[in-house]
């Protein structure tokens, strides 16, 4: 028999195929002759090659788009972790994962890829690609190039989603209705549970979490609880947050035409603003996510403020401007005297929230950085022994309007590269209507700073659980703004940074910087 050409029958790992037959013919049972596995075992690989993969079957999609109603589920969740959408049938399948990474609270920053419900593993039709495997030179249809409805068409029928390749998160795709209209938005209509967190081992590891944060599982190691601390999951709360997907869905259909504009500003030529700085290096999947806020802020849109709203928002400023007046004699340590210090705490802090004396400046620390804020801000300074306005502050202090473009123009106040970013980050939040309630705004800003490649190691689900109080004295005034005190009042969970006010002079101060 010919022997295939290139191949050395006295190699190690070839066999002549007539031996081989020879030795398979020999194999029976209770002889010593080879078994027919390990004859198998010698067989070359050029002996049976793997048939050629199935084109991938495609569905004609519908004339006119209708809308799909589909279940998410997340495989292996108990209770299910689950969301239903409503979303046009025409989407294509690049911008159906960009929406699942919205609807679980996913960052993006792992590979994924969809499949046919009954070839996951695409070993008998060609794959559904991504960018990354076509330069693989995986054998399929680009995701960008294929709709929903190729795929899916009536109810019943489902698509899988696996997202990260070493937790292997598994989305079954199911369709529950097909209803008629031709409605482009996306919406999450129901869920239930929140997302789990990145890189804990899978929904198992993610479950054993919780579990021992609840005090309900034994640790396996004794760093398990401190894990678990670290995330925040002792105060865990698993609800599904419909508003906050939706809000989050917005951002996502607005994205394109923000990123669009900032890459035209990159390539114009012109120094670019710290915000495409700030976006110029990370992945196209962060940018698209940090560009949807900057929809949401509609940096695009000037900000209009008249004396009243600019009055109340400056009023802690002013109020500091005015008292300071035609100047103070400061203590021989270089603070305000005991005397100014009550008087300012009273008119400042209107319920009284300062647990101290509030009659040393050294030890009430939110009139000390108000009056640092202001020294920053060119409106005060140090002069002899004295604090007084400097020209532009006098001339500032009863000009409302004046004042407030004077403050969002040096926003933010942090010095520092990484409290910079926070703070930038920060406005982005606020303008955006995304800054709530304070364990909310820690967490999407532990997740933000992240995402531009910030990363301590610290507590939260990131490691960035401190970057809120890295950028502490623009939120401070942010929150001055909201609130119209030196200190929020109490029971606002938020500090202010949810008030109107304080949006409007966030979503100021981040045009000047877009």
Known sequence: MTKPPNQDSKSDNVSDFAEFKARLDA?????????????????????????????LTLKKPPATPVQFRLRVDLTGSQPPIWRRLTLPSNMTLDVLHAVLQTSFGWTDSHLHRFALTGDRYARQTQGILTPYDIAEGEEGVLESELRLDQLVAKKGDSLLYTYDFGDDWDHTLKIEEVLPGTDAAVRCIDGRRQGPAEDVGGI???????????GTMAPDYPEEREIAFEMGLHAFVDEIGLAEINRGLERLAGAQAALISLRQQSNAGDEPSPLVVLLAGLSEQAQRHLAGYLAAAKVEEPVEV?????????????????HVGDGIRLTSAGYLPPAHVKVLMRELDIDKRWQGEANREAQTYPLLILRETLTQFGLIRKYRGELRLTKRGAQLRNAPVELWHHVTARLPVESTDYGHDCALLLLLLVAAGEAGEWERTRQSLDLLTSMVGWSFGGRGRYGNESALSDASDTRRVLGWAGTGGLLPPLGMASHGLEADAARRLARAALIIWA
């Open 27 to 55: 194999a029976t049972p209770g002889s010593g002759a080879p078994s027919v596995s390990a004859a198998m075992r010698d067989l070359p690989t050029w002996a049976f090659p793997e048939p050629p993969l199935k084109p």
């Open 204 to 214: 198992h590891g993610w479950e054993r979490l919780l579990a021992v944060a609840a």
């Open 306 to 322: 008249g004396e009243p709203e600019a009055a109340a928002a400056t009023a802690v400023i002013r109020a500091f401007l005015e």
